[in-house]
């Protein structure tokens, strides 16, 4: 079983930058691939950004060229780098981790096989 603790977030103008950070524990990542999720006020979790056992890495639209995700496998840890954050960024940011990268990549927030309790992310206009 593996365990996830997101830190990172906090308060930040339109425009600023946050990095998020996962931290596992139980077991090692390397055979994870992980992604993060967000949720945003009213809404469901929506998925934000995956990355594979290769580091191949996908990203919702909305993100693609502001946010960049990566892993360290020596430390067991995914990262998640915001830069250009717009209000509308603000939510919840979930680390979440499945052995199937389609799970990760497609399948809703409930069905990974391991998720983090969030970090706030509040970006102000």
């Known amino acids: 079983q593996v365990q996830l603790v997101e830190s990172g977030g906090g308060f930040v103008q339109a425009g600023g930058s946050l990095r998020l950070s996962c931290a596992a524990s139980?077991?090692?990542?390397?055979?994870?691939?992980m992604g993060w999720f967000r949720q945003t006020p009213g809404k469901e979790h929506d998925f934000v950004a995956a990355i594979g056992t290769d580091s191949t890495t996908y990203y919702e639209d909305d993100v693609e060229g502001r946010f960049t995700i990566s892993r360290d496998m020596s430390k067991n840890m995914v990262y998640l780098q915001m830069n250009s954050l717009k209000p509308e960024d603000t939510g919840v940011y979930y680390c979440?981790?499945?052995?199937?990268?389609?799970?990760?990549?497609?399948?809703?927030?409930?069905?990974?096989?391991?998720r983090g309790q969030g970090t706030l992310v509040t970006v102000s206009s």
């Open positions: 139980g077991r090692t990542l390397s055979t994870y691939a």
């Open positions: 979440v981790g499945d052995e199937r990268l389609r799970v990760v990549r497609f399948a809703t927030f409930n069905s990974m096989g391991a």
